[in-house]
């Protein structure tokens, strides 16, 4: 076997770092490495994945109890907090991993702190978006700043995160670039787009809008619901926008406002989903219009499901999609702009011929393989593989 990493993570839910990981870990442990997760918060669906693959999970909860007994919710989640950090430094004490890996920034933050007082030969933080967020939690960002030079090496999905981390202090040699993969082999298996339609209750002559984004402020929800207000009468009659992804608080202000502006009809909140790959292959149109993004998995996965994107000029998004080619780029927080957009990509032509160019796109430069093989190339320079196990991969 190769290394073991242990992978520090809050939770296992459905998110797209907490996807991304997950697969990355998968794949890796296909090729001989010895992937394991630390999570803060036990549970979550993508914990089914990975117990099915063979890699452990550690983590902690508190004792029944103990939540029965501390009716307190601060002291409560100040118990957890303690309780996770004993454990995971008896974890790490126990498991001995050649890497220490953290993704996202509480992970980073406790998981950082923790390792200091544990011997690991390597430590390696993995930010997937824009530093937008440090603004609201100065305590915690002064912590990041601390930790940035006790990694070895710090690691962004974008150039836009590089350019945020290196303006952080995080010295040139110690950052690394690696895209985000997708698996393309899930977007090019035998698929019945109108038997897929019928099942999801959804008309086949409909024009298929879908946005894979939870429902979070900045996710710009509100901004694509403005501007197809504005456009609503010159869109295709049988329009439908599909909205995928976890309700963080703001879904029934989403709802109500899409009513106001008569859209209700048209727009379909359907939660977090295990079957995004097929909405993606049944609709026309991707859509991502976040004000901040790191390197969003959910425009190449659209692009590989060969969507046109419009998408937002945020953190990596044109990066992924070129501007007049595999879609559009438009500012964020601007519904005339994506109004507009949305009215020049509905041409059946223009479709074809923007989707085809974004499938291969993501073929060529954003897929799993070639994301396995940095990670692998990253952990083999840290020295967190063998010389016996330095065998090219498979």
């Given at each position: 076997m190769k290394g073991r990493i242990l992978y520090v993570i809050g939770s296992l839910d459905v998110g797209g770092a907490e996807r991304h990981v997950t697969q990355v870990s998968i794949k890796l442990k296909e090729r001989g490495w010895e992937p394991e997760f630390f999570v803060l918060t036990m549970g979550g669906p993508l914990t089914d994945n990975l117990k099915r693959c063979g890699i452990p999970i550690y983590g902690v909860r508190l004792p029944t109890w103990v939540v029965k007994l501390v009716s307190n919710a601060r002291l409560r989640a100040r118990l957890t907090l303690l309780l996770t950090s004993i454990v995971l430094i008896k974890t790490i004490w126990l498991r001995r991993?050649?890497?220490?890996?953290?993704?996202?920034?509480?992970?980073?933050i406790i998981g950082g702190l923790v390792a200091l007082f544990a011997?690991?030969?390597?430590?390696?933080?993995?930010?997937?978006?824009?530093?937008?967020?440090?603004?609201?939690?100065?305590?915690?960002?002064?912590?990041?700043?601390?930790?940035?030079?006790?990694m070895d090496m710090v690691?962004?999905?974008?150039?836009?995160?590089?350019?945020?981390?290196?303006?952080?202090?995080?010295?040139?040699?110690?950052?690394?670039?690696?895209?985000?993969?997708?698996?393309?082999?899930?977007?090019?298996?035998?698929?019945?787009?109108?038997?897929?339609r019928i099942q999801k209750e959804i008309p086949e002559r409909s024009f298929v809008f879908v946005l894979v984004a939870n429902l979070i402020p900045y996710k710009g929800h509100a901004d694509l619901i403005e501007a197809l207000a504005r456009i609503k009468d010159d869109l295709p009659e049988h329009w439908l926008l599909l909205c995928l992804g976890r309700d963080d608080g703001i879904g029934a202000s989403l709802k109500a406002h899409a009513e106001t502006l008569g859209l209700n009809e048209h727009i379909r909140f359907l939660g977090s989903r295990p079957d995004v790959n097929d909405f993606l292959r049944l609709a026309d149109v991707g859509l991502l219009?976040?004000?901040?993004?790191?390197?969003?998995?959910?425009?190449?996965?659209?692009?590989?499901?060969?969507?046109?994107?419009?998408?937002?000029?945020?953190?990596?998004?044109a990066e992924a999609v070129v501007d007049g080619e595999t879609g559009y780029v438009v500012p964020a927080h601007s519904p005339e702009s994506l109004a507009d957009a949305i009215l020049r990509m509905n041409k059946q032509g223009e479709l074809i011929r923007m989707g085809a160019k974004a499938r291969q796109r993501a073929e060529e430069l954003f897929s799993m393989t070639a994301c396995i093989d940095g990670y692998e190339a990253m952990y083999r320079e840290m020295g967190a593989c063998p010389s016996d196990a330095s065998v090219e991969s498979q």
């Open positions: 991993p050649t890497v220490l890996h953290f993704f996202l920034p509480a992970a980073y011997i690991v030969p390597t430590r390696i933080m993995s930010r997937r978006s824009l530093n937008h967020y440090q603004s609201a939690y100065p305590i915690s960002t002064k912590i990041e700043l601390f930790l940035h030079s006790r690691c962004g999905n974008s150039l836009a995160v590089l350019k945020d981390l290196e303006d952080e202090g995080v010295d040139e040699k110690h950052l690394r670039l690696i895209y985000n993969g997708i698996d393309m082999a899930s977007f090019t298996g035998p698929f019945d787009r109108s038997k897929e219009c976040s004000h901040e993004e790191g390197f969003s998995n959910a425009i190449l996965e659209c692009m590989a499901a060969g969507l046109p994107m419009v998408v937002t000029d945020v953190g990596g998004n």
